[in-house]
């Protein structure tokens, strides 16, 4: 399990539609639970805390800010919830 896992994860959400909805239907406590799910079911094996490093790293240049902000608002982790992982 690794951040490395959950970083390519959010950079195949950008790329791929289908998972970004599928990802936009993930809501609220359980939200990052169902994206760990959705990213073992594509081979890319990573824990919620891989995840929130993964954002964390992001938001610190790895990924475009806009990308990432767009990737956070479809699985409902927008800057107004407080679920939202800390960068």
Same mark, same amino acid.
């Given at each position: 399990?690794?951040?490395?896992?959950?970083?390519?994860?959010?950079?195949?959400?950008?790329?791929?539609r289908g998972l970004r909805?599928? $990802? +936009?239907?993930?809501?609220?406590?359980?939200?990052?639970?169902?994206? =760990?799910?959705?990213?073992? /079911? &594509? #081979?890319?094996?990573?824990?919620?805390?891989?995840?929130?490093?993964?954002?964390?790293? $992001? +938001?610190?240049?790895?990924?475009?800010?806009?990308?990432?902000?767009? =990737?956070?608002?479809?699985? /409902? &982790? #927008?800057?107004?919830?407080?679920?939202?992982?800390?960068?």
């Amino acid at each position: 399990m690794s951040v490395e896992n959950a970083v390519a994860f959010l950079k195949l959400a950008e790329r791929e539609r289908g998972l970004r909805q599928e $990802m +936009a239907g993930l809501k609220g406590r359980t939200a990052i639970d169902g994206l =760990v799910h959705l990213g073992a /079911g &594509l #081979g890319l094996v990573f824990t919620a805390e891989d995840y929130r490093g993964a954002v964390s790293a $992001m +938001a610190n240049g790895e990924l475009d800010e806009s990308a990432l902000t767009a =990737v956070l608002e479809e699985v /409902g &982790l #927008g800057k107004d919830n407080p679920y939202r992982p800390k960068p």
